[in-house]
Nanobody, 125 residues
């Protein structure tokens, strides 16, 4: 399984970006996919996740109401729509996938088996 993240860029505070994560494989709908971010000098942080097989979505408190995760199983792609961006959202964003996640593990990076490369999001004031 390979993941390819894209869509990062530079935006002013209050703006929007949409990240995409393309996932290879024929059983994409069964995979849970999560987004994490890593800012300089900070620990990696869970952002949002979509559970496989039509399961629920999960969000970090810091992005609730501003970010939306969605998936298109016909395109093997997960999206992260980011609105009302803040300077503190600046980070490298990574998508990850796994098939063995349960609800209680969706926010844990170590639960995911496959990772894509990062895409940089820079939010300026």
């Amino acid at each position: 399984v390979q993941l390819q993240a894209s869509g990062g860029g530079a935006v002013q505070a209050g703006g929007s970006l949409r990240l995409s994560c393309a996932v290879s494989g024929r059983t994409f709908s069964t995979y849970s996919v999560g987004w994490f971010r890593h800012a300089p000098g900070k620990a990696r942080e869970f952002v949002a996740a979509s559970k496989g097989n039509g399961g629920a979505t999960f969000y970090a408190d810091s992005v609730k109401g501003r970010f939306t995760i969605s998936r298109d199983n016909t395109k093997n792609t997960v999206y992260l729509q980011m609105n009302s961006l803040k300077t503190e959202d600046t980070a490298d964003y990574y998508c990850a996938a796994g098939r063995r996640l349960i609800t209680s593990t969706m926010t844990r990076a170590e639960s995911y088996d496959y990772w894509g490369q990062g895409t940089l999001v820079t939010v300026s004031s």
